[in-house]
């Protein structure tokens, strides 16, 4: 449905058009929100896209070796049994030219495109009282209103640049990983610098060795990383993943993480030294992130984590034959997968290259940039064409801060979130009438699997909405009582875990100078979460104020 166009109103919407409902970004997200509102609710529904087209985190993430860590048959869409009988993945990992055709897939199946506005960056959403509306602009003026808002916007979208003195006189090419040219990028013959070693620096490593003069990596915080063992898939698994779809999804909505794995019901402590070596060894050579579900106190229990942080940090001294490198690189500071844990495809071995040297930044911090190349704080300059920025995201809050969002009596969301992230369910903010956030902070989002708490969300605010609806229900808005005790709830789950001990982690929004502190994910496990979200619905909305 397209919207129509309004005559002014008293906020100054000249000729803006009028929506139902208005969705914020075109990935994974958007997409299915736009299906579930318009094609299943009737709603007139619009998505704004700032970039040219589907696919949200993977249009912009194109660096070398881009690939999810989930396994293709689980990063999935699984609302439509068609759809996961018609789609063929090639690999056990899907890379991200491949994640792409899916999207586009989907978008074309589902006829979504003819409702997506692209190249249109939302600036500003503001929210009108008395009309109950949402007025949104885009940076190109063009605006539009809606009664519904949902952002869409992803958790990690919003590019972390560090701001280290004389970027600007580097007189070759920087990029950062998640803002990668279309067109590629030609490392031949070229010397190239590599800040960061989380997931994306460790994927695209290997890479960008391979055809490069020559790599130096910049490492600040050293990580454990487990090989993906990568590779086509065998047309037994595909047959596989068709004829067992309703278990494969019934197994990734049962569990705390939403991969289509289960964590193994035994303790570290169970099992002798012997045994768990073997454990852990099956576990290494199958690969992947099921390795974490080895043992199910992995994440709980500090001596039961060090056996794994040991075993990992074991294999990194047989892979590293520098000793000196290995030692740099096994130097790990935070127990095992407190960070989100990398999974690679010959990382460690990478450094066994010739054309590859480690810088440790913690030791020797980056102090600026030259025309020439990065210099550390000893003086050492090390010569670059091309510096590479591997450095993550302002997660969580930093795409939707990027937008001036305006909810009842001119508040912003950025002065509402001052100390951290505020939210009822991750799905709503008080304040903000009939905003929803998709896998907002205070969800589980980010520790799982996520198409799983994507189509959960998108589906419990299709629901929402479709309710409101059918009641005359014209708002909803969380009780300000609501989310303080669901911030406490989410801060408490987290204090249930390992997570917080390392503490320079994006979890906690440490990786962004002067960003508060705040473990802004829910670890309390999605199945239990959505367990709350269903009891909630049961209760009337409880914690929600509905207005006629
Ligand atoms: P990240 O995990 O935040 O890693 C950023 C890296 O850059 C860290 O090593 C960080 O060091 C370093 N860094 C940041 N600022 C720096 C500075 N000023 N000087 C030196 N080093 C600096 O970011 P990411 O690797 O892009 O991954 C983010 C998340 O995206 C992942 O955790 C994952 O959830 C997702 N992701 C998934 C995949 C996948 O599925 N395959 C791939 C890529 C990313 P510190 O640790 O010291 O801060």
């Given at each position: 449905?397209?919207?129509?166009t ?12 009028v ?6 970004g ?23 896209e ?21 396994e ?10 068609e759809?996961?009988q018609?789609?063929t ?24 495109k ?56 580097f007189?070759?090419q ?43 990596v ?13 590779a ?70 500090k ?9 990992l ?22 127990p ?33 940039v030259?025309p ?101 229900i014209a ?11 669901w911030?406490?709830?989410?801060n ?29 994910p ?9 367990d709350?979200c269903?009891?909630?619905v049961?209760r009337?909305?409880?914690?929600f104020?509905?207005?006629?």
């Open positions: 449905m397209s919207a129509t309004a005559p002014a109103s008293a906020h100054g919407a000249t000729d803006a058009h929506l139902d409902a208005l969705i914020i075109a990935g994974f997200s958007g997409l299915y929100q736009l299906h579930a509102l318009r094609d299943r609710l009737g709603l007139s529904a619009q998505v704004l700032a970039g040219d087209g589907v696919g949200g985190t993977w249009y912009w993430n194109r660096y070398p070796g881009a690939r999810c860590d989930s293709s048959h689980s990063y999935a869409y699984y609302f439509s049994d759809l996961v018609e789609w993945w090639s690999e056990r990992y899907p890379g991200q030219a491949e994640i792409l055709r899916y999207l586009n897939h989907v978008a074309d199946r589902f006829d979504l003819r409702d997506i506005r692209f190249g249109a960056r939302v600036t500003e959403a503001h929210y009108d009282a008395a009309a109950n509306r949402w007025h949104v602009r885009t940076e190109a003026g063009e605006r539009y209103t809606a009664t519904y808002l949902i952002t869409a916007v992803g958790c990690l979208s919003a590019a972390n640049i560090p701001q280290i003195p004389g970027l600007d006189s007189a070759g920087w990029y950062h990983t998640g803002q990668w040219p279309h067109e590629g990028v030609d490392f031949t013959g070229k010397r190239v610098g590599m800040v960061g070693t989380g997931s994306t620096g460790i994927q695209a490593a290997p890479v960008i060795a391979d055809s490069a003069a020559h790599l130096t910049f490492q600040r915080t050293a990580n454990y990383s487990i090989p993906a063992r990568n086509p898939l065998a047309e037994e698994f595909k047959h596989w993943a068709k004829q067992n779809a309703s278990e494969i999804k019934r197994t990734m909505r049962s569990t705390p993480n939403g991969h289509p794995f289960v964590i193994a019901d035994r303790s570290a402590h169970d099992v002798s030294e012997a045994e768990r070596r073997a454990i852990y060894e099956a576990a290494w050579e199958k690969g992947g992130l099921q390795f974490r579900a080895s043992f199910r106190d992995l994440l709980q229990d001596a039961a984590n060090d056996t794994a942080a040991a075993f940090r074991s294999k990194i001294g047989e892979i590293v034959k520098d000793p000196a490198t290995a030692a740099k690189l096994a130097a790990i500071d935070h095992f997968a407190t960070k989100r844990p990398p999974i690679d495809t010959g990382y460690f071995e990478t450094f066994n290259r010739d054309n590859v040297a480690l810088v440790d930044v913690r030791a020797t911090p980056i102090e600026r030259t020439a190349g990065i210099q550390t704080r000893d003086g050492t300059e090390y010569p670059l064409d091309i510096i590479v920025f591997a450095t993550g995201f302002d997660a969580m809050t930093g795409p939707l801060l990027k937008m001036d969002i305006r909810g009842r009596d001119d508040v912003s969301l950025r002065d509402a979130w001052q100390a951290g992230p505020r939210t009822y369910l991750g799905l709503q903010v008080p304040g903000f009438p009939n905003l929803f956030t998709i896998t907002g902070p205070g969800s589980p989002s980010v520790l799982c699997n996520m198409p799983v708490p994507i189509e959960h969300h998108v589906e419990w605010i299709a629901d929402c909405i479709r309710t409101m609806r059918e009641n005359g708002r909803i808005e969380a009780k300000p009582e609501a989310a303080e005790k911030v406490e709830h989410v408490d789950a987290a204090n249930a875990t390992l997570l917080p001990q390392a503490g320079h982690s994006w979890y906690l929004g440490a990786n962004v100078p002067g960003k508060p502190r705040v473990f802004m829910y670890a309390g496990g999605m199945a239990r979460y959505r709350i269903a009891d909630v049961a009337n909305y409880e914690g104020s509905l207005t006629r």
